[in-house]
């Protein structure tokens, strides 16, 4: 059964860190592998996402990559703001679902 | 539409009654998930369909619980006899299946139900 863990669970961090999300997945058959950003009370909002055959992904300040081998994804965050702040989830794609980790709880402050 | 439209947005229903969640995913997606979010839980797995017919129904927590689609397009999720612990956020994405994987799912913003 694949299980994802995000590591770590809360992190508040002042406006400009860079920032390192951590997430690691159990089964080394996911496909796919989709970060998203949720904001309190909201919907799910697609950050990037890594197909079978990709590595990496980068938009704006975000840079996601994806190890199969070792069951990992980081998620990069760089100069942080504010505007930052929400829960960021890492889900996994086994071909007919999406799986999801345990969510990043990030408050960035000025 | 351009996103996926999920109603109503807030649904108060009295324990014990039905409630019909309703579904309408981005036009030509193929693909339709509901999934549920407990008070600080993570997101939970509750079916996907593939056209009209749903591959995937392990998640259901229970017989009062169904979902189904039509047309290719709208999706209904309808809980009977509702119960407290069914107080969540019910959350529906479609994506575009290519056989190959999919684009990347999208999601609508949710109903939260609350049940009182």
């Known amino acids: 059964k694949q299980e994802v863990t995000q590591i770590p669970a809360a992190l508040s961090v002042p406006e400009g860190e860079n920032l390192v999300l951590n997430c690691s997945f159990t089964d080394s058959a996911i496909y796919n592998l989709q970060w998203f950003r949720q904001d309190p009370g909201k919907g799910l909002t697609s950050l990037l996402l890594?197909?079978?055959?990709?590595r990496e992904q980068t938009s704006g300040r975000l840079n996601a990559s994806l190890d199969k081998s070792s069951g990992r994804s980081t998620l990069y965050i760089a100069a942080s703001q504010p505007g930052d702040s929400a829960t960021y989830l890492c889900a996994g794609d086994n071909t007919d679902k999406l799986i999801f980790g345990t969510g990043t709880r990030l408050q960035v402050f000025p | 539409g351009a996103g996926v439209s999920q109603s109503p947005s807030n649904k108060v229903t009295e324990k014990g009654k039905d409630v019909e969640l309703r579904c309408d995913p981005i036009s030509g997606h193929t693909a339709l998930y509901w999934y549920r979010q407990s008070l600080g839980q993570g997101l939970e797995f509750l079916i996907y369909?593939?056209?009209?017919?749903?591959?995937?129904k392990s998640g259901l927590p229970s017989d009062r619980f169904s979902a189904e689609r039509t047309g290719g397009s709208v999706s209904t999720l309808t809980i009977q006899r509702t119960q407290q612990e069914d107080s969540a956020v019910y959350l529906c994405?479609?994506?575009?299946?290519?056989?190959?994987?999919?684009?990347?799912?999208?999601f609508g913003s949710g109903t939260r139900l609350t049940i009182v």
């Open positions: 369909f593939q056209g009209n017919s749903a591959p995937d």
């Open positions: 890594i197909q079978s055959s990709q």
């Open positions: 994405a479609s994506s575009s299946f290519t056989g190959t994987g999919t684009y990347g799912y999208t």
